[in-house]
């Protein structure tokens, strides 16, 4: 396990691996490794010791730290500032910012908040030609060259080395109150959540657990706002029943089953579908042939599954509703020939493939995980 | 006028017959236009200092079409400069003498609204206001809200990542795309993101969205819409110093309120705004503040009295709320009018627009005052104050000779000064023709070579819209050279701008 204390010693580690021909594995709290196939043959780069805030200016709404610090301590950092990600990461413990970039997933609030994308505004790396860039700015708003933070987002560790990260930071909301309706069927919930997004009621989340029976709405702020919206959406939807409003700290314990899908426990299996609101309802009926358990965040845009179904007809059947799915959690065998991403066309592919090779021309970073042929020129 | 363009191929300009007779196998009829008395409304885009007319003009009506227009103009080596509506104001849609300019302005059709996703799917043509015309019935709209919004299509926004005094609560254009088609130099159609929140695999589209229109030509888009607010309730408020106003922009973020939108003007602007609309600014100030709060009324409420107090803990002289949606627009009527109003002043005005962090913002006032003495040259500054977007305006008159060369050298100065102060080159016009040679200073050999290889990866014969962004054209295969490969990577130390 290769551990750098700085971005001089990641160029000097990639350069030798290059020499030697062999793939890196870049890990930061490592909580993720289950995710594709596994890579016995690459060597560990950990970014345990770049860790530490570089700089943090709650008034500018801006944050620099280095890449391997871990969430926790940037969380505790922010709310010390009644400020957040608004991206809301639902990490398991021991994740890192860089952790977190890399795999560009995000919590419940992306439906109002945005992605880790939305946040990332700069970074600093060493690609996989190991040299030292840069990219974005440390500001809020800026538009100079390309939006390479973009792509580090969920890029999963194959085109470079975060070093520091340049992320934008928001108000933490003072108040938070949890509407819950119970007992709706699955339609009843997706017409539910669906309405509540098109009423200017700003619902920061909305989630839908048949397993529980609970169809959740999240509306957050300023102590008058959140009761003004509440009435809003009381009246609108009232049609569905009335609901059960529940305050903050216990409103949190009704949203941790959906992070990390958490209400699926230990399934061998789990399927992250990312998917049009309305046809997430469609989908969950196409897939219940085969049993299995499933919740709905995002309005009915996110499903996460642990259908033991065949993985190209959850793909089809995914494909066809113009969303895609990823392959969060499966067995080794599994992993093994299932690409945990799901597949592009051919062309988008191939200039995926050409991107990649834009940061890391000699594969150093093609571990097998995500099984793509490698590509070294 | 200092900035050079690549220089035109002889060889394609002998062919411009051939190429034209080409471009008509493909866009039949008006679809083409070759006269030069028809070209010369081309020749530049919202940075009129730099004109240009195009080799032709092609204006295709399908996706089709793009494709095989692209395909030719690969195939034959002949360059391509996108353009939807001209209104940018880096010269991204400068056209080249040797190149075939690319109008969108056809694509001009709402393909598809749904309300139960909340997005619209358009063609790249359709104009930004458009988008919330089409839906406001409803009662949505769409957010990004660049204050060329009548006229600046969607498809430039997203070359341009546009902005809009809205963003800082809403967004970058980045943040409220969900997917495009792209067609690239080689005349593929490809499709990036869609209807649903997270798209697959890497996130390609995120780094088309403000590519200038140098990775592909964008043939749809697909936005999210968001419900209307309840109300919009408005605060204009005097400030003797900037420091004092500044504060107040501080405070009020700290205070965990992201304001819909937060403008700023300094003395020059508000007079100017004043002396052209009438609306009744406060001139015995030194900063004028905009806050608007927008939700449902008894949030507006709320924060309407907590900003308020923040001003007048801060020193504010002037503070007025709106009572209704006539003087909430009263208020906007004189920032959104800055521009021409301070047009007025002189000939010819210069847009700059660069990005400080905000506490930088009275050093920065003063030494732009200091180069506006050095310069003989007034400016005037209209700032998007929750995001530390700066807009001075330089004033000059062209017909003066070397006045223009003096308003370019002080604002290159200006953005240098952003720059060196933490910030950056631009905040929403994009780098275009304009910011091009000042790349360096925000970005070394290395990150510039960075963002090239993937612009290579997009467009390896470098045919599209090339002149604009990178101050040095590197051939691709000169930039795919792999040192790696051999075990004897050099990276000598290379300074820092
Ligand atoms: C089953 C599952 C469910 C999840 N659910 C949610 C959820 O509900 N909400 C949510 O917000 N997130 C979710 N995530 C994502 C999660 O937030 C992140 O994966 C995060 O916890 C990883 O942190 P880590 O430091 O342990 O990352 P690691 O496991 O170490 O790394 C994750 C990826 O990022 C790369 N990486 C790590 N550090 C760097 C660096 N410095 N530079 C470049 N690349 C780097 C790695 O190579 C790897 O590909 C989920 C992930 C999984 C697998
Ligand atoms: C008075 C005025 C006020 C303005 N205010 C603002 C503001 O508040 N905020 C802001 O951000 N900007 C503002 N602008 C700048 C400008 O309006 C924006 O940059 C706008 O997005 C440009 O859109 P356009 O359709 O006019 O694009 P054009 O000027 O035609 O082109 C701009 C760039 O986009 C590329 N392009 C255009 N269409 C496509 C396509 N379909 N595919 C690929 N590339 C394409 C072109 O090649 C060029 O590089 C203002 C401009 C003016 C004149």
Redesign the pocket.
């Known amino acids: 396990m290769h551990q750098p204390q700085t971005p001089e010693d990641i160029v000097a580690i990639l350069t030798d691996a290059a020499a030697r021909k062999a793939t890196v594995e870049i890990v930061g709290g490592g909580t993720r490794r289950s995710f594709g196939a596994s890579t016995p043959d690459a060597e560990q780069l950990a970014t345990t010791a770049l860790s530490g805030i570089i700089s943090y200016d709650p008034a500018e709404l801006v944050l620099t730290v280095k890449a391997g610090t871990p969430l926790a301590e940037l969380e505790a950092a922010l709310a010390e500032c009644g400020q957040a990600f608004l991206f809301e990461p639902n990490t398991a413990p021991g994740s890192t910012i860089g952790g977190v970039i890399g795999s560009g997933l995000s919590g419940s609030r992306r439906v109002s908040g945005g992605a880790v994308r939305d946040h990332l505004l700069g970074f600093e790396a060493v690609s996989g030609r190991a040299e030292r860039f840069k990219a974005g700015g440390k500001v809020v708003k800026n538009v100079t060259g390309y939006d390479l933070s973009k792509l580090m987002c969920g890029a999963w560790g194959r085109l470079a080395v975060l070093t520091e990260v340049t992320l934008k930071v928001l108000p933490n909301p003072t108040q938070s109150l949890t509407l819950v309706w119970t007992a709706l069927d699955d339609a009843a919930a997706w017409d539910l959540m669906g309405e509540a997004m098109r009423l200017p009621a700003d619902v920061a989340a909305a989630a839908h657990d048949p397993q529980r029976g609970v169809t959740l709405l999240r509306i957050e702020g300023f102590g008058p706002s959140v009761g003004a919206r509440a009435i809003l959406l009381k009246g609108a939807l009232a049609r569905f029943g009335v609901p059960q409003e529940i305050a903050a700290e216990e409103g949190a314990l009704l949203w941790r089953p959906f992070a990390n899908a958490a209400a699926l426990g230990q399934s061998p299996t789990i399927w992250r579908l990312s998917v049009p609101r309305k046809e997430g309802l469609g989908i969950v009926h196409a897939l219940a042939r085969d049993g299995g358990q499933w919740i709905a965040d995002w309005a009915g845009g996110l499903i996460h599954h642990d259908t033991q179904s065949d993985p190209a007809m959850v793909r089809a059947t995914v494909t066809a509703a113009g969303g895609h799915a990823m392959l969060l959690r499966a067995p080794d065998d599994v992993r093994a020939h299932v690409p945990a991403q799901h597949p592009l066309p051919q062309g988008e592919a191939a200039l995926a493939a050409r991107i990649r090779r834009a940061f890391d021309p000699a594969g150093l970073f093609e571990t097998g995980r995500f099984l793509d042929q490698p590509h070294a020129d | 006028m200092s900035i050079k363009m690549p220089e035109p191929d002889q060889a394609v300009l002998a062919r411009r017959d051939a190429i034209v007779a080409a471009l008509r196998a493909i866009v039949p009829g008006e679809g083409v236009i070759d006269s030069e008395r028809e070209l010369t409304p081309y020749e530049s885009?919202?940075l009129t200092a730099y004109r240009q007319p195009p080799m032709v003009v092609v204006l295709p009506e399908t996706t089709q079409q793009v494709a095989e227009i692209l395909r030719y103009c690969h195939r034959e080596g002949v360059k391509v400069?996108?353009?939807?509506?001209?209104?940018?104001?880096?010269g991204?849609?400068l056209p080249l003498a040797d190149a075939v300019l690319l109008g969108?302005g056809k694509?001009n059709r709402v393909i598809e609204i749904d309300y139960d996703d909340r997005l619209v799917v358009v063609q790249?043509?359709v104009t930004?206001l458009a988008i919330t015309r089409a839906v406001e019935g409803e009662g949505f709209y769409y957010a990004p809200?660049?204050?060329?919004q009548i006229?600046?299509?969607i498809?430039?926004?997203?070359?341009?990542n546009?902005?809009?005094?809205h963003c800082l609560k809403y967004g970058l254009t980045t943040n409220n795309v969900l997917g495009v088609e792209l067609v690239t130099i080689e005349g593929e159609v490809l499709r990036f993101g869609g209807k649903a929140l997270d798209g697959a695999g890497m996130d390609l589209l995120g780094v088309i969205v403000g590519s200038?229109?140098?990775l592909?030509?964008?043939?749809e888009v697909t936005v999210r819409i968001l419900p209307k607010p309840e109300t919009a309730r408005a605060l204009l408020i005097g400030f003797p110093a900037v420091e004092a106003a500044g504060q107040c922009v501080a405070d009020t973020i700290a205070a965990g309120i992201i304001p819909a939108g937060m403008e700023m003007m300094d003395r020059p602007a508000i007079h100017a705004a004043e002396a052209f609309v009438k609306v009744g600014y406060p001139l015995n100030v030194e900063a004028l503040l905009i806050v608007e709060l927008d939700g449902p009324a008894a949030e507006c409420d709320h924060l309407i009295d907590e900003v308020a107090a923040i001003a007048q803990r801060n020193g504010a002289t002037t503070l007025q709320i709106s009572s209704d949606e006539d003087e909430r627009l009263a208020f906007w009527a004189g920032r959104k009018a800055a521009?021409p109003a301070v047009g007025r002043l002189a000939p010819d005005y210069y847009c700059m627009d660069g990005t400080i962090p905000r506490r930088r913002l009275p050093e920065v006032l003063q030494r732009m005052e200091a180069l506006s003495q050095q310069y003989g040259l007034g400016v005037a500054n209209v700032f998007h104050a929750g995001d530390g977007n700066l807009h001075p305006l330089i004033l000059y008159d062209a017909n003066q000779p070397g006045q223009l060369d003096k308003a370019e050298a002080f604002g290159n100065d200006i953005l240098r000064l952003c720059v060196e102060v933490g910030g950056v080159l631009t905040g929403?016009?994009?780098v275009?023709v304009e910011k091009r040679d000042l790349m360096p200073e925000m970005f070394d050999e290395i990150d510039l070579k960075q963002q090239q290889r993937v612009k290579c990866a997009f467009d390896p014969a470098s045919l599209l819209?090339p002149g604009?962004v990178f101050p040095t054209l590197h051939r691709c295969a000169e930039l795919g050279r792999t040192h790696v490969h051999h075990g004897q990577l050099s990276f000598p130390d290379i300074p820092r701008f």
């Open positions: 885009d919202g400069v996108p353009r939807g509506s001209g209104t940018s104001l880096s991204g849609a969108m694509f790249p043509g930004n809200d660049p204050s060329s006229a600046c299509s498809g430039g926004n997203v070359a341009e546009s902005g809009g005094v200038e229109g140098l592909g030509v964008v043939t521009f929403e016009h994009g275009g819209n604009k």
